[in-house]
């Protein structure tokens, strides 16, 4: 394995902290571990040198490496499953009846590998079935790593990863490829936009969602990357929306001007009488 020096340490804690608000100040062994295969691909014998590359490439394409081997890519379908009931009976019930003819706009913010988007989706498709009819669905599945948004595109999982799924959905959205992977069926991808967004960059004013799910990725932010992720969050919502956030990651009081509506849910305030509220 490469080592770190302390000053090669310090300069990539410092580099993901500022372009991905990610704290890995007590990761060091972890960079060494995750790195010392992309500098040997490239015939580096040192963090030094890596650096000086990271510095000079205006491609991009080392900052992507970086970004790919450093992120924190776990997770599974139907993680955090309360939050899928909760949006199954409280949340969609209440959205889609004030929404109507228009469409509702749900946002996958750090998607990873796309188990969570693919339940959702799963949730929505039997919804519609139970509902007869819902306002049409946009999803937006984002990451600022371009290697699991191609996993999350191509929706192919090892087999193992089935048995999370209610067997129903597993008869109903998925197909069996061979002996090792499945495949999520095509029809619920049709809805669903993979794209790059690095959550530390300005979020386009004009994209309005009426439900954010952020969960499982400020955990490994620092305070001020958490601080000004949770505003950009609560702008991006319409008013009346709502934002869930992994359990290990609540809100406090004062970080928030979200009202919290139950573990790890967070909902934006209406405004006031004759303002346009969640329809918008
Ligand atoms: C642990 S996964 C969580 C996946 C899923 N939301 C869940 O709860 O299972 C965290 C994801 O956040 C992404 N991430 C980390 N920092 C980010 C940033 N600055 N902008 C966008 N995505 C980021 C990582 O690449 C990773 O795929």
Not at 68 to 94: D, G, S
Not at 114 to 119: L, N, S
Not at 152 to 179: F, H, I, M, N, S
């Amino acid at each position: 394995m490469i080592r770190l020096n302390e000053k090669e340490f310090t300069e990539i804690v410092a580099y993901m902290r500022e372009f991905y608000g990610i704290n890995l100040n007590k990761k060091k062994t972890l960079i060494e571990c995750r790195l010392t295969k992309e500098l040997q691909r490239r015939g580096l014998s040192s963090f030094g040198e890596y650096l000086e590359l990271l510095k000079g490439d205006r491609t991009g394409k080392t900052a992507e490496g970086i970004v790919n081997q450093l992120t924190t890519n776990y997770t599974y379908f139907m993680r955090e499953p309360v939050h899928f009931t909760i949006l199954k009976e409280k949340i969609f019930p209440e959205l889609f009846r004030e929404i109507q003819h228009g469409i509702c706009n749900i946002w996958c913010a750090g998607c990873s590998t796309g188990e969570e988007c693919y339940t959702l989706a799963m949730l929505l498709q039997d919804y519609k079935e139970e509902a007869g009819q819902i306002p049409s669905v946009r999803m937006q599945a984002t990451d600022i790593s371009r290697e699991v948004l191609e996993k999350a595109q191509k929706g192919v999982y090892p087999l193992r990863e089935l048995e999370r799924l209610p067997a129903v959905w597993q008869k109903k959205y998925c197909r069996v490829a061979d002996k090792k992977v499945f495949q999520v069926n095509e029809s619920l991808k049709y809805n669903i936009m993979f794209r790059y967004q690095n959550l530390m960059q300005t979020f386009p004013a004009s994209e309005k969602y009426h439900v954010i799910l952020c969960r499982n990725v400020m955990i490994y932010f620092d305070k001020d990357a958490r601080k000004a992720l949770i505003e950009k969050l609560e702008n991006s919502l319409h008013p009346g929306g709502y934002l869930l956030i992994g359990h290990a990651e609540l809100l406090s009081r004062d970080e928030t001007r979200l009202e919290q509506t139950a573990p790890a849910v967070y909902r934006k305030q209406r405004r006031g009488n004759g303002e346009k509220n969640i329809n918008c």
